[in-house]
């Protein structure tokens, strides 16, 4: 498949009559008998989430090819940073490679963001998909290249029905308006956390940027410290107790425009609630003491995140968020 081209496309954020022009670069959907290229540029993995992610990759049609370093180990991280770094620079150079698929998070990208040769990345665009620890990969590429990510399941995770539709939905067969609805069953879940909430109601266009809430608390003051400013923020993290959830929200709005977002959208933040005896806010609680000031929609608990049912997120294209139906539309694909 051929290279990707910038696009120049207007884009009219909510709450602000200008039109801001914005240069961006789509990479070429996927289609069956493609070759995804496998990474670990974070944390290492076992042998069993190798096999798994090559079956998942399988499942949907694709073919696999293995960074040269992908079995590596180096203490808590997968392989030096070196090591991590030629894979992916190999595989955005391959051009028998047509999509970049991330393995697992964990820990690792932020020691490598300075050290990307981004003008190749910009001369060879292509698909990069992840989360969690992903979210700073994804970020850093799109804000110095231009090259829309997407913020979706890792090659390992459970590729549920409702994931599966939505990677196809988005980077195979895209159409306009997509719409990415909530979960059916979540609001039916005995764990409250996947229990949908409107914080505050309303619509916001905007370009979608976001992910883990902990990369992103920990980008501010660098020079990989993401905008927000009229954007559509989407926000999740697992296991972190409301006051390191408080202190990381307060970071963000301090350090950063999040004040200025266009809307937040919320993912499900498991294992979040404070231990019983605890003197704490509940996650509700600090949501509302954190981002209730924010004259803006809010949602919590949409399908993205390190949870089975898992959105495909376009980072950078523009998207309409709606508090009453649930949803997120795409309104550009992410893709060409």
Known sequence: M??????????????????????????????????????????????EKLEKAISNIKMLGLNVKLGKHIKAINGYLAGTDEQRLEDLHNMFLDNGVNGIWCIRGGYGVGRILAKINYKLIKKNP?????YSDITALLI???????????????????????????????LMNPKLPYTIAHTIDSNNSKDKAYHSKVLRAG????????????LLAASVGTDFQPKFKNKLVFIEDIGERPYRLDRMFTQLLQGSDLDKAAGIILGVFEDCEPKVGDRSLSLMGMFADRLGHLNIPIIYGLSFGHIRDHMTLPVGIEAEMDTAFRTIKLLEKGVK
């Open 126 to 130: 292509k698909i990069l998909i992840g």
């Open 140 to 170: 850093a590429i799109h804000q110095k290249t231009g090259l829309i990510g997407f913020h979706g399941p890792l090659a390992s995770s459970d590729f549920t029905d409702y994931s599966v539709k939505h990677l196809k939905g988005v």
């Open 203 to 214: 619509k916001a266009k905007g370009e979608l940027t976001g992910g883990n809430l902990t």
């Open 2 to 47: 051929g290279l990707g081209s910038s696009v120049i496309t207007p884009i009219i954020y909510n709450n602000n009559t200008n039109t801001v022009m914005k240069k961006y670069l789509k990479p070429n959907a996927l289609v069956p008998g493609d070759t995804i290229g496998l990474i670990t540029p974070s944390s290492s993995i076992t042998e």
